[in-house]
Each structure stands twice: as C-alpha cells, then as structure tokens.
C-alpha cells in the first residue's frame, strides 16, 4: 500500500502547474474563449511539444512518460484549477484509453498522432433521448461491404468543432436499449455526410450537435469487437468520469481559495467578513468538501483496474461525492461573494459554472448512486 | 501509489486473522451479541490476551513496548479487529496517558507506569473537563498549590469516563492563577485511591453509567507525579488532544457498522420486502457507504502524509468531524431500522435472570447506543472547535 507521488508524477504537475501559471491567466482564457475558434491552437501545440504532456498517459513505446489513470488525473487537476478548456479529456483520456485497450495497428498508428497534438478527438456518445445510459443508442452502422454506412444524430459533442476525429457509439445490431449489439468507430471528422451544428457551452467551452447523414465508413474504423463494444465503453466512461472527478477537485480547490481571498479583503460592518464565524465555519465546510473529492478521486484511480462490478461501483461512489461536493462548494462560494458573485465579471463565477456542468457530466448524483446500489446494495 | 498488500502483509494478515479466531473469548463474543452493558472485566480480558501477545499498543516506539508494525501493518491489524467486532481497547491508557509520558514523562515515570498500562495492571481516567470548562478547556479552575514535595489539589472535573473503575487519573490543574490561561496549567497523576478524592455517577441517556464526576477536596500528590515542567502541562494536553484525534475517524468501527446495519435491514420486513429493498432506506445506507470510503481515503492520505513526516496536523479535525457524523448517522439507522423494537428499556441480565429480553437481539441496545453516541460530536473538542481549529490552523483565518 502506496500514497505517495512518484518523482515524474511530481514532475508532470509542477512542469503543467507553471506552465498554465504563465500562459492561462482569467483575462487570456477569456479573451480566446470569445474568439471565433473558441481556443487557442498555440496552447494545445505546446502542451503536446514544448512538454511532452500528452503522452503523460501512454507508453513508452508509443512515444508516451508510461504514466496512466493517475497520471490523467494529475494534468485534469492542473486544467480544473484554470478552467482550461482544452480536449484532453476526450483526446487523451477517452480516445487514448480505448486506443490503449484495443492496442495493435489501431494504437500504433493514432497513439504517436495524439502525443504530438495532431490529432483531436472528440467523443459523440450521448443521445437526445439518451441520458447517461450509454447503451440507449438510435445511432446505427449498417455494414456495407467492407465498411459501415452511419445514421444518427450525437448530442452535445464537446470539443467538435475543433475535432479531427471523432470517437462515435453506434448499434451494429439490438434494439435501442440492449447491451449486445453496441460498437465502438474511430472515424475522420471530415467525412462526407457529417453534418455538424456548432455551438458555445454555457462552461466556456465548445461543441456541436453532430447529425450522421449516411456516412460511409472504413471498415478498419472498428475498436474492438462488433456489436460487443458495451464493456469497453463502460470502461473508457468510467476512466472518464474520475478524470472529471479530478477536474473538478481542482475546480473546487480554486472556489474554495477564492472564496477565501474575497473574504480577506470584502469589509462589512467594519471587519473583513472572514471574521465572522458562520462564514469561516462554512469555507471550512468547502475546505472539507475539497479535500473528500480529492480522496475520492484517488480512491477511483486507484481501482479503476478492478473487476467491472467493483471499479463501476468505485466510480459511482467517487462521482456522487464528487457531485454533491461540487454543488455545495460551487453554490457557497458564490453565496459568500454576495452580488459580484452572479456577475461575469470575476473569474469565481465561471468556476461555478464549470463545477455545475461537471456535476451531471457521466451522470449526476442520482444516477451514480442508482448505480452504485444496483452492484452493492442489491437485494 | 497502490492499494496492493505485499505478500508479507498477505502474510501478517492471515497471522491476525488466525490469532484473533484462535483466542478471541466465545464468552465474551456471545456477550456483545446480546447486546448486554461490558464490564471492567470483560474490557481486560481481551486486553491481557494481546499484552501477552505483545500486540497490546501497536501505535507505541518498539523501546517503550510497541510491535515495529508499518504503516500497513496497523491498517491491516485495525481492519481486521473491527472485521471480528473486538471489543475495543481502552483509550485512556493506551492512547493518551501512555504517549504522554513515554513523550514528556521522567525515566522514573517511564519505567513506573508505562508497563502497568501495557500489562492492562493500572485502569486510567482523565481528568480534564470542569462543569464550567467544557470546549473553552484552558478556563479550568481545579487549583494545585505547592506544599513540601507535594501539591494540595481542590476542584471538580466532570465527564469523567469510566472513573468508577479507574486505578489512575491524569488531570490538568492550574498551578499559577495569575499566569495567562494557558500558560498556568500543569499535567498530574493521580493515584484514584487517595484520600480526599470522591466519584460520583453521572447517568446518561441510554441508562449507562459510563461518565462520572470527580470530587478533588485537599488531595495531596506528590510533585513527582507531574509530567513535564510546571505551567507547562498544556503542551502535554495539546499533544494529546491531536494524538486523540488520530483515531477518531473510526473507519474500521464504521465499516463493521454498516455491515450490522445491512444485516438487521436484511432480516427486518418492510410490506413484503427486506426492508434494505425500501428505496429511501437503501438510499441512506448507500450514501454513507460512499461517505465512509471519502473519510478512508482522506485518513489513507493523512497516514501517507505522517509517514512521510508531515502529519498528523490540524487536517486531522476533518477526521474526527466526519467520523463522528458517520459514528452517528449509522446509530441512527440502526436505530431506524428495528422499527417499534426500540423502545423497550433492556437494563441488562439481573441476578438469576434466564428471561429472554423483549425483542431481537440486535434491537436492544439500538436506541440506547443512538442516545449515547451523541456524544461524539461534543468530545475530544466539539465539532465546532474543530471547525474552528480548521479555521484557524488550516485556512489561516
């Protein structure tokens, strides 16, 4: 039993740490946020050149640091603490971890394109009618020869519009809800008869609603087995969702030293309201909430590699936490700011509202702890 | 980072395993299955059998008695005691006065005292809370006044748990009123058995006679028996209060805990179902059950932290508030979950009683131990305090 940080995992958060410290300051996110592209493509170049970061994650033999779902971990934290909003959780997280757990020509070929930042990927699971189950799937692929032919509508797709590839669900077989007949595409994002309806999120970032108008599709598309996709997706949503779990630690530590900075410095009735005690008792509430998410995180890192049934429930149980845990400090935070709190103008707000969509991200509360019961508490 | 037992502490567990199941006491067991009130015997005997093993104080220097367990080890072995429900080993002790002394106490003391606590020989209190020094605990006003090689100790000290049983007491005492507060306390043993020294039950809500008042008129105590320097006894009680708290999260307990509380929810009926088939129950359970993993992996990380010599700070406040609130909520949902079975008073086995008590067994204590562990946001400093322990310690408020 281990708790401690190797010297590279140090390395990796004190190298991004610095890095985001120099180039991600609140008035420069804005600024690229509300340019036309949304993003900044210099950021994401550096992040893959200058230091090597998003090969964190991968093997040494595709060119990667040999880290994993801690090394993951560790770079979403750092991008939660400036509400970053570059694709690594969908390029490298998602579409890296079902590259690496497919392995062979596939991985070969995309894995060094990712490390390099070539490539963007962004993840087309959910559906309109959808919600978190990723099974309940209108999206088809009908074979065709060598290949699959595409239909479907994907629903709030992060980071499309700037995507290369897209990672997309579909049915190659079963009726809408069935756990058998799911697969998994690793498609171009430019194919003819991807239409995409571009948008802005209400977290700052971007994505579309991406409409599959009969798509034709290479047959080597395909990650993993057709039609028994589902494990692999599970897997790759549950990597996911402790990702955004340490997202959101990160988010919240920022709401939380904000929220204590402000009280230092706001005076009313003559005193820093920080003196007040119904005011240090609550951000020491949040300061709980904090460190919890940041212990539930690590608690998923660390049995991600169980057995479904047990790392589903370890997931489910980091995410609930994680969920309420967002919620609280996110709405606490903007309380203790008072009226400034609800305006653009200070960065506290835009963190609320990151740790707000990170709450139903991968499901809400609700659905995890429905889950988390149906594996551990069933009758 | 890892969660993985090497093949030594796959090892050592099996060792505690095989030891516990071999010479835990079935008369003991069958006791706490039926809910009945432990007595000073019954608190020792599980005692004496791990101080024969040489397991009594695992948290203690190997120079002093200690087992030279890692970090992993004493998870292991907490784990596993709470696994087999042990009865649980007296703090006093073992977890307070004995890391005092062997910390700031003489070589004297050292040798005196500290194997008459592993051997289980001498029963301990403390003496620390006065009626009107509860959280605001450097206010106390028991005086001790220097005479000769003694002091003349007068005063009262309340909640003090398990006195009626207790050999010895350590107590903090002003020896200079005219010093600030804090710096005018000193930290003394004392003999229970001296003269001047009266212990009066305080019952408390679920019937138990577990807290008493302690009466202290003219007691004379050796000026040997003061740990540390005079006035200086307050750095003893903050070393002891953060030891304290160490523990106090209780997950292992808890873990225990949660499994009772499925098990009486499994049997219980609820229509025509378990009741842990009832959403809103089955909802509670699961949400401490995910409140419970956040409190182990945030001690997990606290223990990691110490180890690498930087714990156990103020964080450890967050430990003993949400330990207690688990410790609490599970009472509650025990307390729940036996439905009507809760009110009937069971006062122990009297004198010749063969009588089955009303009600299943696991319904007796139910509500009594819901009372009773109330008190675990209000001791070892309330929650509050703690809060604004965090405040100040960690926030810098």
């Not at chain 2, 009486?264 to 909802?283: Q, S, Y």
């Amino acid at each position: 039993m281990d708790f401690t940080y190797t010297e590279t995992q140090d390395m990796i958060r004190d190298t991004l740490s610095r890095f985001l410290s120099d180039t991600y300051d609140f008035d420069t996110r804005q600024k690229f946020i509300n340019s036309d592209s949304g993003r900044d493509p210099a950021i994401w170049a550096a992040l893959a050149q200058e230091l090597g970061m998003l090969g964190a994650a991968f093997d040494e033999n595709h060119g990667g640091l040999g880290g994993g779902a801690l090394e993951n971990a560790i770079v979403m934290e750092e991008l939660g603490k400036v509400i970053g909003i570059e694709p690594y959780l969908p390029t490298v997280v998602i579409a890296g971890g079902a590259l690496k757990a497919v392995g062979g020509a596939q991985a070969d070929a995309m894995i060094p394109e990712i490390i390099a930042g070539n490539a963007i990927i962004a993840f087309a699971y959910a559906e309109p009618q959808g919600r978190y189950d990723l099974a309940n799937l209108r999206t088809t692929a009908k074979k065709d020869g060598a290949g699959y032919v595409l239909n479907g509508h994907k629903g709030v797709v992060y980071a499309a519009p700037w995507a290369t590839h897209l990672l997309v669900t579909a049915r190659t077989g079963g009726a809408t809800r069935d756990r058998e007949g799911v697969s998994l595409f690793l498609i171009d994002a430019n194919l003819p008869g991807i239409v995409r309806r571009d948008y802005p999120t209400v977290d700052g970032s971007r994505a579309s609603e991406i409409y599959f108008e009969n798509v034709a599709i290479p047959g080597d598309a395909l990650l993993g087995g057709e039609g028994t996709g589902l494990p692999l997706i599970e897997q790759i949503v549950d990597e996911a969702t402790i990702a955004v779990c340490a997202e959101a630690t990160g988010v919240m530590q920022k709401l939380h030293e904000g929220t204590l900075e402000y009280t230092q410095q706001r005076k009313q009735f003559g005193v820093p309201i920080a003196k007040f005690q119904v005011l240090q008792h609550r951000m020491v509430d949040m300061f709980m909430e904090v460190e919890q998410a940041r212990s539930m995180t690590i608690m998923g890192v660390l049995k991600l590699g169980l057995p479904a049934n047990e790392r589903m429930a370890a997931v489910s149980a980091a995410k609930a936490k994680v969920a309420r845990g967002a919620n609280f400090v996110g709405q606490n935070a903007i309380q203790t700011h008072g009226g400034i709190g609800i305006t653009q103008e200070l960065a506290i707000g835009h963190y609320f509202k990151r740790a707000t969509m990170i709450e139903s991200q991968f499901g809400s509360h609700d659905y995890h702890m429905d889950r988390y019961e149906r594996i551990v508490l069933a009758d | 980072m890892d969660m993985e037992f090497s093949p030594e502490d796959l090892a050592f567990q099996q060792e505690v395993r095989d030891f516990i199941a071999e010479n835990y006491p079935a008369e003991l067991r069958e006791k706490q299955d039926e809910g009945e009130e432990m007595s000073k015997e019954d608190f020792l005997v599980w005692h004496k059998i791990l101080h024969k093993k040489g397991w009594i104080a695992p948290a203690w220097p190997v120079e002093y008695g200690g087992t030279g367990w890692t970090p992993t080890q004493r998870f292991i072995w907490s784990e596993e005691t709470a696994r087999a429900d042990c009865i649980r080993l007296m703090p006093f002790g073992l977890a307070m006065v004995g890391p005092v002394i062997y910390t700031f106490g003489t070589p004297e003391q050292k040798a005196h005292f500290l194997p008459r606590i592993l051997s289980g020989e001498d029963w301990w209190c403390q003496g620390y809370s006065e009626p009107g020094s509860g959280s605001d605990l450097a206010s106390l006003r028991t005086t001790a006044v220097r005479d000769g090689d003694d002091y003349i100790v007068n005063g009262q000290k309340t909640w003090t748990t398990l006195a009626q049983h207790a050999d010895w007491g350590f107590f903090l005492v002003r020896t200079d009123k005219d010093a600030k507060q804090q710096e005018g306390i000193s930290f003394l043993l004392i003999d229970m058995k001296s003269p001047g020294i009266t212990v009066r039950p305080i019952i408390t809500l679920g019937g138990e006679h577990e807290v008493n008042e302690v009466w202290l008129e003219d007691v004379r105590v050796p000026v040997s028996q003061r740990v540390y320097e005079e006035n200086k006894g307050w750095t003893c009680a903050k070393f002891l209060l953060a030891h304290e708290r160490t523990g106090i999260a209780g997950v292992a307990a808890s873990k225990r805990g949660i499994e009772k509380v499925k098990a009486i929810a499994r049997t219980e009926v609820d229509g025509d179902k378990p009741l842990l088939a009832n959403a809103f129950f089955k909802r509670k359970v699961a949400e401490l059950e995910v409140d419970l993993a956040a409190l182990e992996f945030t001690e997990l990380r606290s223990l990691a932290g110490a180890n690498a010599g930087r714990g156990p700070g103020p964080e450890s406040s967050l430990l003993k508030i949400k330990g207690s609130e688990i410790q609490q909520r599970l009472t509650e949902l025990s307390l729940e979950a036996v439905g009507h079975y809760g009110a009937p008073y069971f006062r122990g086995f009297g004198e010749g009683d063969n009588e089955h008590p009303i009600g299943p067994d696991y319904a007796h204590r139910a509500a009594p131990t819901y009372f009773n562990m109330r008190k675990t946001t209000i001791y070892g400093g309330s929650n509050e305090i703690q809060r604004n322990i965090i405040a100040k310690m960690v926030l810098g408020l």
